[in-house]
């Protein structure tokens, strides 16, 4: 049982390029969310999805776009590289929000944008 | 605006026993969550409190006070795996999770 898997691992772009970061989980979660994690920061929410064909923006969306064509998949797409957008990026995901339903995480890709 | 207050960074020792404390605030609450952190890798579910009181799991203990917006996370028995950050997230009334910028907590032999 794969749980949340997330590729790539680690990648280093430059300003103004263009790349997809791909998460699948195998646990057939309705929820699905990308968050980003920098030092001294809590996770910050970028969008979620609520089941296939959905998504929503969270707190950080500028510069990010998603999609949810399949249940199991949900893509991150960085449209325009700038560096301010160099983190770690989380996919998580959940059978749903309410009571203890937690989220379980991917191992997470390191980007760099120089 | 929704807040979450936990210490940077905090050092115990081997066979003793840690606190971390969180107090949070929030638009509505529905919960409150700790997940452990080991460096460069994914946050693990810990623990779910939304009632008063205190869960127990194993060597791991987690309080919740609603009136007070408080929580703590109590590690007994320290191990050096222990050493971790400790994330600690509340749930809003749109549930969505909240989280803090997690405790560092030091193991030293």
């Known amino acids: 049982n794969a749980g949340v898997t997330q590729t790539p691992k680690f990648r280093v772009l430059k300003t103004g390029q263009s790349m997809t970061l791909l998460c699948a989980q195998d646990?057939?979660?309705?929820?699905m969310y990308w968050y980003r994690q920098d030092p001294g920061m809590g996770l910050r929410l970028i969008h979620y999805?609520?089941?296939?064909?959905?998504?929503a923006k969270g707190e950080v969306p500028d510069g990010y776009n998603v999609s949810r064509l399949k249940k199991q998949n949900f893509l991150l797409g960085l449209e325009s590289a700038a560096p301010s957008q160099t983190s770690v990026y989380f996919c998580?995901?959940?059978?749903?929000?309410?009571?203890?339903?937690?989220?379980?995480f991917g191992d997470g890709t390191r980007l760099s944008i120089l | 605006g929704q807040n979450i207050d936990q210490p940077t960074e905090m050092t115990a020792t081997e066979g003793a026993i840690v606190q971390i404390n969180c107090t949070y605030q929030?638009?509505?609450?529905?919960?409150l969550f700790w997940y452990q952190q080991h460096a460069g890798e994914a946050p693990t579910f810990l623990s779910y409190?939304?009632l008063d009181g205190l869960e127990e799991k194993g060597r791991f203990s987690s309080f919740l006070s609603r009136s007070k917006g408080y929580s703590y996370l109590l590690l007994k028995e320290l191990q050096m795996k222990d050493s971790a950050s400790y994330l600690c997230?509340?749930?809003?009334?749109?549930?969505?999770?909240?989280w803090g910028a997690g405790t560092k907590l030091i193991i030293k032999p």
């Open positions: 998580a995901s959940s059978y749903g929000t309410e009571g203890s339903q937690p989220q379980h």
């Open positions: 646990m057939n979660h309705e929820y």
């Open positions: 999805s609520v089941g296939e064909g959905t998504t």
């Open positions: 929030t638009s509505g609450f529905n919960g």
């Open positions: 409190n939304v």
């Open positions: 997230a509340a749930l809003d009334s749109n549930y969505q999770l909240i």
